[in-house]
């Protein structure tokens, strides 16, 4: 499979990073259909869609207290549903709502506890 192309971006105060397989992730279980990710470089409350071409997902939440944690589909859509003619394919998230979370062991640095 192919690797994954990477995207880095920061939206409202929170890291994330988009990944891309188009020949589907290790996870995909439908041969043809790619995969998207949103990794989350930082604990956050994130709701999102991710799409691909025209075909978008359905809305996606998460709470994340954990850096790192992958966020997405395996099986997306088909890739060639959504290729252009030039070999190009749109690919993104919307980001609807994300709100960086302080962790326990960031909330005790800063004298926060729960």
Same mark, same amino acid.
């Given at each position: 499979?192919? #690797?994954? &192309?990477?995207?880095?971006? @920061?939206?409202? =105060?929170?890291?994330?990073?988009?990944?891309?397989?188009?020949? =589907? /992730?290790?996870?995909?279980?439908?041969?043809?259909? !790619? /995969? @998207?990710? *949103?990794?989350? &470089?930082?604990? *956050? $409350?994130?709701?999102?869609? *991710?799409?691909?071409?025209?075909?978008?997902?359905?809305? &996606?939440?998460?709470?994340? @207290?954990?850096?790192?944690? %992958?966020?997405?589909?395996? %099986?997306? !859509?088909? @890739?060639? %549903?959504?290729? $252009?003619?030039?070999? /190009?394919?749109?690919? =993104?998230?919307?980001?609807? $709502?994300? #709100?960086?979370? *302080?962790?326990?062991?960031? #909330?005790? #640095?800063?004298?926060?506890?729960?």
């Amino acid at each position: 499979r192919q #690797a994954a &192309l990477r995207k880095e971006v @920061l939206v409202a =105060g929170a890291a994330l990073r988009l990944k891309f397989f188009p020949n =589907g /992730s290790p996870l995909r279980q439908t041969q043809g259909f !790619c /995969s @998207l990710y *949103v990794l989350c &470089l930082q604990p *956050v $409350e994130i709701r999102f869609h *991710v799409f691909a071409g025209e075909h978008v997902s359905p809305v &996606l939440e998460a709470t994340t @207290l954990v850096p790192a944690k %992958d966020l997405g589909r395996h %099986d997306l !859509c088909a @890739l060639a %549903d959504v290729i $252009e003619a030039d070999g /190009s394919v749109l690919v =993104g998230a919307e980001i609807l $709502e994300v #709100a960086p979370r *302080v962790g326990p062991s960031q #909330a005790r #640095a800063q004298g926060v506890f729960w």
